[in-house]
């Protein structure tokens, strides 16, 4: 068995996040600024080397403008 990180929903789900950082115009160092992290956090993150939990999940979403329940939903149909 494969692990999560590397399974078609999270690809989607990294895929999601970083797509949303970029339309919004931020650099990884803008988007790590407000969530008061290092540039690495983002960085690793949307490469797959890091997961984020349900809390930072929220921050991100909350700065990237996004509704965190439609990002599930989009994730969700490339679940088994």
Do not use: W
Not at 9 to 29: C, D, P, W
């Amino acid at each position: 068995m494969t692990s999560s990180v590397f399974s078609d929903a999270y690809q989607k789900f990294r895929e999601i996040l970083v797509e949303a950082r970029k339309s919004r115009g931020y650099t990884q160092v803008e988007l790590a600024k407000l969530l008061e992290k290092p540039q690495s956090f983002v960085s690793k993150y949307e490469s797959g080397e890091r997961r984020i939990d349900i809390v930072e999940f929220v921050a991100i979403c909350r700065h990237l403008k996004l509704n965190p329940d439609l990002v599930f939903k989009s994730v969700s149909q490339f679940l088994n």
